[in-house]
C-alpha cells in the first residue's frame, strides 16, 4: 500500500532545466497539479459531449480540444520540457544570467484564447466577421508576446507595446459592437 500513496517527483532529474533562472521542483509540483486538474476537465467535457443536446455539442467540441492541449502543454512544462533558454537583457557580463522560457504555454494560448473567443461570440450572437477579427487579435497578441520573451535586447518592449495595441483595438471592437448594434 505505500507503494500507491507515495509519491516523488523525478521530473527534473530526468530532464534537468537551463538557464540560472529555471524551473523548481515546487514550480514543476504545480504544474502536475495543474495538468491533473487539465486531464479531469477535459475528460469531463469529453465524456459530456455524448450526452449534450445538438445546440450545446459546439461548446463542448470547441473545450474539449482547448483541455486536450492545455493538457498536452501543462504536462511538457510539469516534465520540463517545451521551452528554450534566452539570455536576459541587461544582465552583467560576469553572469550572463539566462532565463528558462516555456513556449508550451503560448501554443495553449494560441489554442485557447480563440476557443473562449469563439464561445463567447457564439453565446452573444455577434456576427462571424466579429469573431474572427478577435480570433486575429488574440494570435498577433500570443506571438508578440512569445516574439518578445525570446528577444535578448532591450528591444522586447517594443512588442509588448503592439500586444497593448491588439488589447485596445479589440476593446474598441467590443464597445464598437455594444453601441451600435
Known amino acids: 500500500m505505500p507503494a500507491l500513496l507515495g509519491r516523488a517527483n523525478d521530473a527534473l532529474d ?21 495538468t491533473a486538474i487539465y486531464v479531469v476537465s477535459f475528460l469531463s467535457f469529453f465524456g459530456l459531449s455524448y450526452v449534450a443536446r445538438s445546440g450545446e455539442k459546439i461548446f463542448h467540441y470547441i473545450f474539449t480540444v482547448a483541455l486536450l492541449v492545455g493538457s498536452v502543454t501543462y504536462f511538457a512544462q510539469a516534465s520540463d520540457l517545451g521551452y528554450f ?20 504555454k503560448y501554443v495553449n494560448w494560441v489554442v485557447s ?16 466577421a466579429t469573431i ?6 488574440s494570435w498577433t497578441w500570443v506571438v508578440s508576446y512569445l516574439v518578445s520573451a525570446s528577444t535578448t535586447s532591450n528591444y522586447k518592449w517594443g512588442f509588448f507595446c503592439f500586444r497593448y495595441y491588439f488589447v485596445v483595438a479589440a476593446g474598441r471592437q467590443h464597445v464598437h459592437c455594444r453601441l451600435f448594434s
Open 85 to 104: 533558454v534566452v539570455s536576459q537583457v541587461n544582465s552583467s557580463p560576469s553572469f550572463a544570467l539566462t532565463r528558462q522560457i516555456f513556449w508550451a
Open 132 to 137: 474572427i477579427y478577435n480570433i486575429f487579435l
Open 113 to 128: 484564447f480563440p476557443a473562449v473567443i469563439t464561445a463567447l461570440g457564439l453565446l452573444s450572437g455577434v456576427p462571424w
Open 14 to 34: 530526468i530532464n534537468p532545466p537551463a538557464g540560472s533562472d529555471a524551473l523548481s521542483v515546487n514550480g514543476s509540483n504545480w504544474l502536475w497539479a495543474v
